[in-house]
């Protein structure tokens, strides 16, 4: 999502963007000609930002932590997740009054992580839970995830809401919002820095560009979190839209949360950067309908092949063969129980020329009264390692799939967060197909476990977690991809070439 830069010293500060916030110990600068080949070396400061989880007085949130165990890391380190306030900023700039210093230091954080390889939770409830400013150091940075999980038993986006807390950006792109009636929807902005940032807000629509009131220069301060009624951007009530964050200084977390007064709600991630292929893993087995959003946002149309990888392999939706995507423009088509009782995932290539494009689904499971409805974005490929944390013993469902190759994949369970042993499996998932894959689950199991992703193969794999749980006969779940944990970085090695010296 960051603009590509070609610069040497913006290419060097990029290492330290890495996971949202990554440092590590660079070598001695050295010539071009004597540098080695690059080593990859862990991270060792990452950054996660939560939003705000519910306005409901309704709502439990539970927040757990996990840091995979990563070769080469320091023995030491800290992690934790702060309210992010007004007062946090202002003591970390030695600017507190001492009514907010007393109030910092009231603050207990939220979850306090334990040793990497094992969770860690924590809970709250109610309405007025802040948004959550994460810093992992050390032996605590690689790979950590936080995940949101609430739960809202009744009124606006009843149901099971679930985010992977975010790495601040830049840029971030929503195929899939609405402006409906029975839908409310924030963006979430939350800045980790000690200075303000600010962010414009862009509405895509049917027919292009949407004309927003106060959606250009809105300032989000240090340490804080804005959300932000889509609603009052525009007076245009459309089905279909696409946000896109343009952060003009700083950077900021972006999530954004969907509410229906009838089909519950969920959070919608950003999906992955524009690209003329995207992959929408793990769409459930009894996922009810599905709807398809896609928008292109540079100057040429899009004509999209639509094909499921199905546990069989790649069909094609009788009747949803292609979906054209004008430019500047969002698109969106029905695709129904696309599924037919078998997980799947959706694979979005060019039928001609390659036009990037960023999309989405809208999955609704149940019938009638009991509908529930939750997002999943397009998502990159797992890469070196992915994991996602809050699974429990049953109602926790891991979506594998392969669209251009056979892979090999292991999957580790970890220790629970209140005991039990890891366990891992390894699975073959073939060429164009969609595994859901029956989990390890660690002996003796106490709390909630985390799942660990980590292909075998050079194969391209995607994932996505699903967590369930029927409530007075709603079938609430809540969907999350597992995209590379960026853990560890590529570091030059180098030698010293004192011929420089000579020239």
Not at 32 to 54: F, N
Not at 298 to 305: E, N, P, Q, V
Not at 325 to 332: E, L, P, Q, R, W
């Amino acid at each position: 999502m960051n603009r590509t830069t070609l610069s040497l010293i913006a290419g060097t500060a990029a290492l330290a963007a890495v996971t949202g916030f990554a440092t590590l110990n660079q070598p001695d600068a050295a010539t071009a000609d004597t540098a080695q080949a690059a080593a990859e070396l862990p991270v060792e400061r990452t950054s996660l930002l939560c939003p705000s989880p519910s306005t409901s007085d309704l709502a439990d949130t539970s927040y757990t932590s996990f840091t995979p165990v990563t070769k080469g890391t320091d023995a030491d380190g800290t992690a934790e997740l702060v309210a992010a306030t007004a007062e946090s900023a202002a003591a970390t700039t030695g600017k507190a009054t001492d009514k907010a210093t007393d109030k910092k230091k009231a603050t207990k954080p939220v979850v306090t992580p334990k040793a990497p390889g094992t969770p860690a939770v924590g809970e709250t409830s109610g309405g007025e839970t802040p948004a959550l400013l994460g810093t992992a150091e050390g032996k605590f940075a690689p790979g950590w995830t936080v995940q949101e999980t609430t739960e809202v038993t009744a009124g606006s986006g009843r149901g099971l809401q679930g985010v992977t807390c975010t790495a601040p950006d830049t840029e971030f792109w929503f195929p899939g919002v609405s402006t409906v009636a029975d839908r409310t929807d924030y963006v979430h902005l939350t800045n980790p820095d000690d200075s303000a940032a600010v962010a414009d807000i862009e509405l895509y629509g049917k027919d292009g560009a949407l004309q927003t009131t106060v959606g250009e220069g809105i300032t989000i301060p240090a340490h804080s979190s804005e959300p932000i009624l889509l609603s009052t951007l525009t007076g245009e009530k459309q089905e279909d839209l696409t946000v896109h964050v343009n952060v003009r200084s700083g950077r900021v977390g972006a999530a954004v949360q969907a509410l229906d007064e009838k089909l519950g709600g969920d959070w919608l991630a950003a999906s992955t950067d524009p690209a003329g292929t995207q992959v929408v893993p793990g769409i459930p087995k009894d996922a009810t309908a599905v709807r398809l959003i896609a928008y292109a946002p540079g100057d040429a149309d899009a004509d999209l092949k639509v094909q499921l990888a199905s546990p069989s392999g790649l069909i094609t939706p009788a009747g949803h063969e292609t979906l054209h995507v004008k430019a500047g423009m969002t698109a969106s088509v029905d695709l129904g129980d696309v599924t037919r009782g078998e997980a799947g995932s959706l694979v979005l290539t060019p039928t001609d020329r390659s036009v990037p494009v960023v999309a989405a689904v809208r999955v609704l499971r149940g019938k009638g009264d009991r509908q529930e409805s939750a997002f999943i974005t397009a998502t990159a490929p797992v890469g070196t390692r992915a994991s996602a944390a809050g699974n429990s013993a049953k109602g926790s469902t891991l979506s594998l799939t392969a669209p251009k190759g056979t892979a090999k994949v292991k999957v580790t369970a970890s220790a629970g967060s209140g005991g039990g042993t890891a366990a891992s499996q390894t699975y073959t998932v073939k060429a164009g197909t969609t595994q859901e894959v029956e989990l390890p689950v660690p002996a003796g199991l106490k709390g909630t476990y985390a799942l660990t992703v980590e292909p075998l193969t050079d194969t391209p794999v995607y994932a996505s977690r699903t967590l369930t749980a029927t409530t007075e006969g709603v079938p609430g779940f809540t969907i999350q991809t597992l995209p590379d944990d960026r853990g560890t970085v590529a570091v030059p090695e180098a030698d010293e070439d004192v011929a420089v010296l000579q020239q």
